[in-house]
C-alpha cells in the first residue's frame, strides 16, 4: 500500500499528462477543445486510476468524446507510463463527470428559491400584524385590588387579639 500523498502526487500526475495528451498529441476529432479533465483518482495500491472529464456540447458530443477516450486510452496509458516512471503504470478509467449537471440543477433550485423569496416579500410589502405589535404578554397591575400585606390585614389581627383579651 502506497501512501496518501504519493496517491495524491500520481493522481495529480496523471490529470496533467492526460490533459497535456489530449490538447497537443492526440489527433481524433471526437476529442477536440470540448474536452476537459476536471479529476484524477488513484487506488491506494497505484494500479487503477479513475479519470474524470467533462464536454461542453450536447448529448451527441458526449458520447462521441466518451468513445474517443476509449480509443484513446492506451496511447493515453503509455504517456502516463513514460512520463510517471513507476514500476506498474495505472490502469486508466474515464467516468463523465456530474459535477456540472449537479451545479446546474443547484442552480436552477436556488433560482427557485429566490423567486419565492421575492414572491413572499412581494405580498408581506404592506401586510400589518394580525395581533398587536408586540407579541409578549406583559401581566395587568390591578389597582383596584388591596395586596395580601396592606393595613387592612393588620387591624384584622388586633381585632383578633382583643378579642383574645376579653
Known sequence: MADNARAKRLADLIREVVAKKLQRGIKDPRLGSHVTITDTRVTGDLREATVFYTVYGDDEQRAEAAAGLESAKGVLRSAVGAAAG??????????ADALPD???TIEDL????RAKDAQVREVSAGATFAGDADPYKKPEEDEDEPD??????????DEKDGDAAK
Do not use: C, M, Q, R
Open 86 to 95: 513507476v514500476k506498474f503504470t495505472p490502469t486508466l478509467t474515464f467516468v
Open 102 to 104: 449537479t451545479a446546474k
Open 110 to 113: 436556488l433560482d427557485k428559491a
Open 148 to 157: 395580601d400585606e396592606s393595613d387592612g390585614d393588620e387591624s384584622d389581627d
